[in-house]
């Protein structure tokens, strides 16, 4: 499994289940030196760093020290004809090459627990790309966060398949930059916490964003989690349904069947 479930299954003695999950994820980190100051946003805020960046290293390595999570944003083919860089995923690789590709950013980002994509609009609506990334992830032991930039994205279903953790985007704080917009999708991102229980926002490190993330305060029914404390719950929480279902299944295999005479 993911290299830090198992530490929060054992340190994590919140109560989860009474409260709303909230993960946020800033996005494009490592491009310019103002993304260090997102080094001293609340450090349950994960940062997920583009490996091509100029200051990507240095912000994940501080990142870990601070014993906040970091992430892969891995360059993806989208809708346009980007130069996706050294470390850039398309359709145009062929198995080898995409691979290796993902081991180069895993190898170079010890760092990292978890990837998510960059873009990937084209990319993560084909099964067979999507097949290779799952297949070393799980080799690796990290998990996947789909960004959900296509709605017809098979990656979250493709990651099931191989057996990889994986969580999807709810929210874009910021798809549209302005304050008003960026404080009605935030509202958005906490109701779907209570809703649903979880929600995953994704922002970038754009001026307005980082006002309001600044002054994070929560509601008392809201809790930041990170991304592997999310999944060490939701697999804890799968263990408890599985016992549930066993102990159920056990129960009814002991009851006397009912004969006629007996209704």
């Keep these: 499994m993911v290299r830090v479930i198992l530490i929060w299954l054992s340190l994590c003695g919140c109560n989860t289940a009474s409260a709303g999950l909230l993960s946020i994820i800033v996005d494009d980190v490592g491009n310019g030196y103002q993304d260090y100051q997102l080094l001293q946003l609340n450090p349950a805020i994960t940062l997920s760093v583009l490996p091509a960046s100029p200051y990507a290293k240095n912000i994940a390595v501080q990142a870990q020290q601070q014993a906040r999570e970091v992430m892969l944003h891995l360059p993806m083919q989208g809708s346009r004809d980007l130069n996706l860089g050294p470390y850039g995923l398309s359709t145009q690789l062929d198995e080898y090459e995409f691979k290796r590709r993902v081991y180069a ?115 008392t029914d809201i809790q930041l989690v990170g991304l592997a404390q999310r999944l060490a719950w939701q697999k804890q929480q799968s263990s408890s349904d599985l016992n549930l279902r066993i102990a159920n299944t056990n129960i009814n295999q002991q009851r006397p069947s009912i004969q006629d005479g007996d209704k």
Excluded: C
């Design 105 to 219: 950013a895993i190898q170079d980002y010890p760092e990292a627990t978890g990837l998510n994509n960059h873009m990937g609009s084209q990319l993560t609506q084909q099964p067979q790309e999507m097949g290779w990334l799952m297949q070393v992830l799980n080799e690796q032991q990290l998990f996947f966060v789909d960004s959900r930039t296509h709605l017809g994205s098979v990656a979250e279903k493709t990651a099931l398949m191989y057996q990889v953790p994986v969580l999807r985007r709810h929210v874009f704080l910021d798809h549209i930059d302005n304050p008003v917009s960026i404080y009605q999708q935030w509202q958005l991102a906490l109701k779907l916490s209570r809703k649903y229980g979880h929600a995953i926002l994704i922002a970038h490190p754009r001026p307005n964003s980082l006002a309001l993330l600044r002054q994070l305060t929560l509601p």
